[in-house]
């Protein structure tokens, strides 16, 4: 374990035909009568479907994809905590979880949202998708109102609906606070790489956040240096005051 990645790593190299190349295609079990019994078993679901979903899980989170090695006795997979996306994206796009999206679809919005309007040729482009999958995803995206067409044909641009639009514009620091205040609440400490995952920032930004929220007096910072975590304060400014205007 890393502070921004998870490495698996298996004994073994890829088998027969198998390899990082086609590994999304290509499926060989090395043992079939193994592999049927965790099937009747329910120990395994469909046969090759893991590499997919595997990858369909980190884009949905937004992360960058995994990452595939054979090495020359082993085969590893490592999952990186990074995204080409801003912490300020994923955040904005969570106001939106209430509604089921696909990965196609978050980035679309996400694009638009950056560049004021995203077209079908955009979309195929980023996503290496044909032209019916593009236009499903933006058609779709138009009947939730997240998205509202500009102009008809090839020249359509598609800029973002209301109900987009009215997600937050912005990751306010007050926002930022919030989320770092609420998982130490719920945790009961917060330490810098909890920030990190928190908010997608780097860490010399989560070490300002906390140090700022420490000075404000709402976290308590305890321990040195990597093992340094921060309590939240059981009387913050804000519930002082409130209780101050009670009496």
């Known amino acids: 374990m890393f502070d921004d990645a998870l490495e698996i790593e298996s004994p073994g190299t890829l088998p027969a035909y198998v390899t990082v190349e086609n590994l999304r295609d290509a499926q060989y079990s090395r043992n079939q009568r193994i592999m049927d019994v965790f099937e009747r078993l329910h120990l395994v679901e469909e046969a090759g479907t893991g590499i997919d979903r595997m990858i369909q899980e980190m884009e949905d989170a937004l992360l960058d994809p995994p990452q595939f090695e054979e090495k020359s006795a082993s085969f590893m997979v490592r999952l ?13 796009i969570g106001d939106l979880a209430g509604i089921p999206l696909s990965s196609d679809a978050k980035l679309a919005l996400v694009y638009a949202r950056r560049n004021g309007a995203i077209t079908n040729e955009g979309l195929r482009k980023l996503r290496h998708i044909d032209r019916d999958t593009s236009r499903a995803v933006l058609q779709d995206l138009v009947a939730r109102d997240l998205l509202r067409a500009v102009g008809r044909g090839r020249g359509a641009r598609y800029v973002l609906g209301d109900t987009a639009a009215e997600a937050r514009a912005r990751v306010t620091l007050s926002h930022q606070f919030s989320t770092i205040l609420s998982h130490a609440e719920r945790a009961g400490s917060v330490a810098n790489a909890d ?53």
């Open 195 to 247: 920030v990190r995952g928190l908010l997608g920032v780097e860490r010399a930004e989560a070490r300002e956040l906390l140090q700022e929220l420490t000075r404000l007096g709402y976290l308590e910072a305890i321990g040195e240096r990597r093992g340094r975590r921060y309590l939240p304060n059981p009387q913050p400014p804000e519930r002082e005051r409130r209780a101050s205007k009670s009496n």
């Open 80 to 92: 990186r905590g990074t995204s080409v996306f801003l912490a300020e994206d994923r955040l904005w």
